[in-house]
């Protein structure tokens, strides 16, 4: 009862805390930047402002650009329950639901990019077909960090992966480690659309990559979708802090689960503080070097 207790603890501080993350990163900005920058909270107040507002939609869209948010928050809260909370493994959990965890993050990629296709604008196509094209990378290293994970702790479920790894034992499976954080945190970036793969704050049409797609969103289908985004930047900072933190008392480790997600939202902002979004061809360069790392990973474990 009380491991049930903090994994569901762990669950709303998710959803609650989730809008927080994007305004550390732009807190972060904007003190390196020698500025005031926005509210901490910012990103509740508009979240509330677009909540009180009609989505306004293109005579074009369909059924299915009316499914994406919906569908897409789905996903992000399907993710989030097979996230083991701290200690704490997820009661969702099941032998392969790593693959599920993987597949439910496609799900809302791909009904995004539905959405963004049935709006018949050239702008959201441009985009779609450039967040395809990453996420064919991005999805490869994750499977190569799967594949170090099951071959360290011989577990095919994801809890039993995160909450029995990596018992480091030796200077190969160290440096596979550091190997599977560096990829999983380029990775990261990637999928949450964040600097060096996209910048979130461009207002450039021919530059965007997931803002494109979301141009013809409003109100409080935007809400949604931004809400969605800023869930699954949650999941994989845990996902990153699970795989380095130790195993410790529950609540101990769900405390620093929490606050380890927080300094990762703030780490993220130095990054963006400290380079420049990456040409669009450098950007299958850099999700291949994190394949890389993810195979060189797996490598390490089976030698």
Known sequence: MKDLLIYWAGILAALAGAPLLCGIINRVKSFVAGRQGPHLLQLYFDLRKLLHKSPVQSSAAGPLFRMGPAVTLTAACGTLLLLPQGAVPS????????LLF????????????????????SFEGMGSSRECEFAVLTEGAFLAIYGALVLMTGSLSLS???LSSPAIGSAVHAMAVILLLLALFVVILAECCRVPV??????????????AMILDHSGSDLAVIHYSAFLKMWVLFSF??????PRMHAGLQLLLQIAGVLVLAGITGAVESCMARCR???????????????IMAVMLVLF
Do not use: N
């Open 160 to 162: 039993g992966c995160l």
């Open 280 to 294: 669009f061809l450098k950007v299958p360069q850099l999700l291949s070097a994190a394949l890389g790392m993810g």
């Open 198 to 211: 996209d910048d979130p704050e461009t207002h450039l049409e021919l530059t965007m990559i997931h803002e």
């Open 102 to 121: 993987l597949y439910l993050a496609g799900t809302a990629r791909l009904f995004t990019v539905f959405a963004a296709m049935e709006t018949a604008s």
């Open 240 to 245: 990153w802090m699970l795989i380095l933190l």
């Open 91 to 98: 009661p969702f959990a099941f032998t392969g639901d790593m």
